[in-house]
């Protein structure tokens, strides 16, 4: 690819995050902070593309990734978001989850809030002690749900000093991931390959439903809900399988793709444009998963009368809408791509936003591809 | 044991008084661990020393950030050039190997213009000095490497050889940019004190035209030596030089070379450039001759600088292995005795004389780090320039360079990564020492564990994979996680294990009287076939869930099925005979007769295998459960009895 610039940073990279543009704005997003593991000092770091650089032969800035910022970390980076525009959750594998403020003026990172023993193995007031691994973070302004090793799932609200809720042994395995289905609702994923849906509102400690694979209990790793139709989840498992599951229905996933040959880190849908999804994997690739096709080639009953496609999303079959949901979406022209161009080690992260997709890998590098989907 | 080439440096220890006591180590991969010990030397007395224990290591260059970019990407590198097609003929090949020399140094130097960058901007002395050391290391690793690539891998001709080392030359030595933008930009350049320094070294350089440029400002100012300097400009002009892209054959080119050379021989000669010392110094120089040459020494610095020099003026259609005989005697004259030869100067003529393994040896001794010549060494060992030089404990030389190297890496906390691809294409002892390696990195997430496995698995290394699996799922065991423990007994295939989970899982179940972690149980799938014990577990949970659901007869099928098949085991047979017992009370009739007397025969199984003795000291719980028991079964079996009588009637 060629607008794929890489920077070699001396760390290992586990998270990468574009800083989110406010929703009015068109510009491509200038910033992203990135998280680091494995090194007796870690860092948050924060970093510009697009400012600085010369012109390249179309115009466009190519510049390389600039440090702007960073602040040392305790215990790996194992998960990262914005919570807004100027603050970062890191969860950590120490167990503890902590809130960064991004100074803008001065261009420097502070500790804005932590939570000590977010996540903990056996009871903190028994002399055995340890720590857990905090695996997973989501946020969604004001709340921030984070899970761990521990099988714990917290509840947090920015500025409350304790959890608002924690559900205690909410799984008896590893919870790898959490994301959002709705406001009061999210998805997890664990390492006896389950999807578990956990509702806030209701009172009992047990989710509200549970989807498992078929055949092996691989672990899944990660998990993504489709920005537009929250009944689609996507998520990736240890073998490097991409499953596609409809919450609404049936407890097992809707489609099985082979995938990558390692564990899948990450999946993530474009927020824009869903028909485009996006995975890395510890075997080096990234795939950018394409399923827009021409409308000229949709079914017919799109053209009939003039129908615009909003009104048939309550009509029509859904396998027409999104080509996810299909039983074969391959069969329905899926370009599939992989983005890195020399595949040594893992990438363990990537983001997309607008048109620029940003990635880390172990072999210390971050790549910028900022003519995504050109 | 070998000699040894140098003697071994000596690093004192701060803290520790090495006249009154004695020091212990213990050692560890890469590095060393020295503490004082409370034994004292001949008569001095026991009294407290020092307390710490000190980690003495070789390699530091590994722990510094901006060198780790040299060791990330040129693994990028190294890993391309060995998966490169070996299939490409002569020349695709010859110019890919260079490419990858050059994508080398490429690295080495943009390293090195961080690090100059840091140098620069760093206020604290100590700092800048390190650093600045650092660059002089960096230029020297990368002036070496160019002169390997240009003998080694790119094997230029003659000819082409020697403009290769201009090239190099002019890369390297001497900081003439500075100078020359300092003389032009003053108002009159001919009369800089430095200007005819720097037509000098242009000329040194061979840059004819560049001293072309710098004449005719003199010319433009100094009319009276207007005359001379055009001869002199007409002399440079006319100097033949064999370019890249040139067709005319080497004797050609000696042809007109030697013309030429008796032209400026004349003009000496009839004195015309008497009046002006300077032109006629580089009169001289153009023909070669060594004292003239020798008078610049100031500018060019360097012997190397000297020898191209030479050789431009004297013997520009010089072969490869002639280079020898110049290097030597041009080394003797710039040196002129006074000073000895630094090892980057032994390096070098080791190089011009074409001995690559004094080439590689020379550098690991001059060099802390095995990073330069294991890559070096990798790439001539690519253009078959090695012969199976065998090393006399066991490996070829690359491949040993390689371990050495891709252990350090192993010494480090986060390298690690980049040295198991090392391993990898180490084809001998590449797979034992990456066994040996992996064992030892600590685990601390479930996420790191996962790598580690991962590498494990794409290599088969079975054993190694089993007992990470082992140690990362008893740590879940210790904190309670039974599915995470489950899941790395899955993954590693552990029957044993999974029989220690499922066994765990039973004993809360008969402490607590309820199941824990029902999410679990309830969705094995066919991972419940990994061990018996599991299976039980899981057919157990089962047979708990039916019950809850009324569905008794089924039920009872399973629970029946669990004692007969003897998926249970013996020690649980109690806890299901009187699990069983609320579906013998029941109102309707659900074990058969047939199954009644196997449920029978159990029970007698199970209390037979009890001695007299034992039956005494059984309390009395137990003599009821099994009164009750033997009641219960005898009440069903008539009633089932009566039953299958009354049905087999109608």
Same mark, same amino acid.
């Given at each position: ?36 593991? &494995? ?8 970093? =510009? ?246 409308? =000229? ?14 009104? @048939?999303?309550? $009509? ?20 599939? !791509? ?14 997309? @936003? ?21 | ?127 800048? *000095? ?43 030595? *001497? ?6 933008? /300092? ?261 601390? !997430? ?47 295939? &552990? ?39 599991? $299976? ?85 719980? /137990? ?7 033997? @009641? ?11 039953? /299958? ?6």
């Amino acid at each position: 690819m060629e607008d794929f610039s890489a920077k070699f940073v001396s760390q290992k990279i586990s998270k990468t995050r574009w800083r989110p543009v406010p929703a009015a704005a068109l510009q491509p997003p200038e910033l992203f902070a990135t998280g680091s593991w &494995d090194n007796e000092e870690n860092k948050i770091s924060v970093w =510009s593309v697009g400012d600085f650089g010369s012109l390249g032969p179309n115009g466009e800035y190519q510049g390389e990734p600039q440090l702007l910022c960073d602040i040392r970390h305790h215990g790996d980076v194992m998960d990262m978001q914005f919570f807004d525009q100027e603050r970062i959750v890191a969860a950590s594998s120490t167990g503890s989850v902590t809130i960064f403020r991004h100074h803008q003026n001065n261009q420097t990172l502070s500790v804005n809030q932590r939570w000590e023993r977010a996540h903990y193995h056996v009871d903190p007031d028994t002399p055995f002690y340890g720590g857990a691994s905090c695996t997973g973070v989501i946020c969604n302004n004001p709340e921030i749900v984070t899970v761990g090793e521990d099988g714990r799932i917290n509840l947090f609200r920015a500025d409350h000093r304790e959890a608002v809720r924690t559900i205690e042994n909410a799984d008896s395995s590893t919870l790898h991931a959490v994301t959002f289905l709705r406001t009061t609702e999210i998805l997890t994923v664990n390492s006896i390959g389950q999807l578990k849906i956990w509702d806030f509102r209701q009172q009992r400690n047990e989710p509200s439903q549970i989807f498992s694979l078929t055949g092996d209990r691989i672990p899944l790793h990660c998990v993504d809900r489709h920005p537009n139709q929250q009944h689609i989840v996507a998520t990736g498992g240890q073998d490097g399988m991409l499953s596609i599951w409809d919450v609404r229905q049936g407890s097992m996933p809707v489609s099985l793709l082979n995938a990558h040959e390692a564990e899948m880190w990450e999946v993530h849908f474009h927020p824009s444009k869903p028909d485009h999804l996006f995975t890395c994997s510890e075997d080096g690739s990234l795939w950018h998963w394409d399923t827009s096709s021409d409308v =000229s080639e949709k079914p017919s009953f799109f053209h009939q009368g003039g129908r615009s496609t909003t009104l @048939l999303s309550h $009509t029509a079959n859904q396998s027409v809408i999104s080509a996810w949901l299909s039983n074969n979406p391959t069969k329905d022209r899926m370009e599939i !791509t992989n983005l890195v161009p020399n595949q040594t080690l893992s990438v363990n992260s990537l983001d997309v @936003l607008g048109p620029c997709l940003v990635c880390g890998t172990d072999a210390e590098a971050i790549y910028v591809n900022r003519h995504l989907l050109a | 044991m070998e000699e040894l080439d140098v003697e071994p440096p000596l690093t004192l220890i701060p803290g520790v008084d090495s006249k009154s006591k004695q020091m212990c180590f213990a050692w560890a991969p890469g590095e060393m661990l020295v503490y004082e010990t409370l034994f004292p030397k001949e008569c001095a007395e026991k009294r407290p020393g020092c307390p710490n224990i000190f980690i003495v290591r070789k390699d530091k260059d590994v722990y510094s950030q901006t060198l780790r970019k040299l060791f990330s990407e040129s693994h990028g590198i190294f890993v391309g050039l060995q998966r490169s097609e070996e299939e490409l003929g002569g020349k695709s090949r010859k110019a890919q190997l260079v490419r990858v020399s050059k994508n080398y140094r490429s690295v080495i130097r943009a390293c090195m213009e961080e690090m100059h960058q840091l140098a620069i901007s760093t206020r604290d002395p100590e700092l800048q *000095c390190q650093h600045s050391t650092q660059v002089c290391i960096l230029s020297a690793m990368e002036l070496i490497w160019n002169l390997c690539e240009i003998l080694f891998v790119e094997v230029a001709p003659a000819g082409h050889l020697l403009l290769h080392l201009l090239d190099w030359v002019r890369l390297h030595v *001497c900081d003439v940019d500075s100078m020359v933008c /300092e003389v032009l930009s003053s108002e009159n350049p001919s009369k800089h004190k430095d200007f005819w320094n720097a037509v000098d070294i242009f000329v040194l350089q061979g840059r004819m035209d560049d001293a072309r440029h710098l004449l005719s400002k003199e010319a433009s100012a100094n009319p009276t030596s207007m005359g001379m300097c055009k001869i002199l400009d007409d002399l440079m002009k006319k100097m033949p030089i064999l370019s890249i892209g040139n067709t005319q054959t080497l004797t050609e080119m000696e042809l007109k070379w030697q013309h030429w050379h008796e032209e400026c021989q004349r003009y000496l000669q009839d004195g015309t450039f008497s009046s002006n010392l300077h032109m006629e110094s580089i009169c001289k120089i153009l023909l070669g001759d060594e004292n003239a040459i020798l008078e610049k020494k100031e500018l060019m610095t360097t012997w190397y600088h000297f020898l191209v020099t030479r050789l431009v003026y004297s013997h520009p259609t010089v072969k490869p292995v002639e280079l020898r005989f110049y290097a030597q005697s041009s080394l003797d004259l710039f040196l002129g005795g006074e000073s000895s030869s630094e090892p980057l100067d032994s390096i070098l003529m080791a190089a011009f004389e074409f001995e690559i393994h004094q080439v590689i040896k020379e550098c690991s001794i001059a060099l802390s780090n095995w990073w330069f010549v294991a890559h070096l060494t990798d790439l001539l060992d690519h253009c078959k320039l090695l012969q199976s030089h065998n090393l006399y404990f066991g490996s070829n030389m690359r491949e040993f360079l390689l371990l050495e190297y891709a252990s350090g890496l192993f010494s480090h906390h986060s390298l690690w990564q980049l040295g198991v691809d090392y391993f990898d294409h180490c084809p001998e002892y590449g797979k034992v020492y990456l066994e040996l390696h992996i064992e030892r990195i600590p685990l601390n !997430t479930e996420q790191k564990a996962l790598k580690v496995l991962r590498i494990c698995e794409q290599r088969q290394m079975h054993e190694q994979v089993r007992s990470i699996c082992k140690i990362m799922a008893m740590k879940a065991v210790r904190n309670n996680r039974l599915g995470s423990a489950l899941s790395w007994s899955i993954r590693a295939k &552990d029957a044993a294990f999974a029989t220690l989970i499922s066994d765990r899982f039973l004993k809360d179940y008969c402490e607590r009287g309820s199941f824990s972690d029902l999410d679990l149980i309830d969705n094995l799938g066919p991972s419940m076939l990994l061990s018996d014990r599991l $299976t039980f577990l899981g057919k157990y949970r089962e047979f708990h869930r039916l019950y809850g659901e009324k569905r008794f007869s089924e039920a009872a099928k399973l629970l029946l099925m669990l004692m007969t098949a003897h998926i249970a085991p013996c020690s649980f047979w109690m806890t299901l005979l009187t699990d069983a017992l609320p579906l013998l009370e029941q109102k309707e009739v659900i074990f058969s007769a047939e199954q009644t007397y196997e449920l029978m025969r159990c029970l007698e199984d199970l209390t037979a295998g009890k001695t007299d003795n034992q039956k005494l000291q059984v309390d009395d719980v /137990e003599t009821t459960k099994v009164e009750i028991l033997r @009641l219960a079964l005898a009440r069903n079996l008539a009633r089932a009895i009566v039953k /299958e009588g009354t049905l087999e009637g109608s």
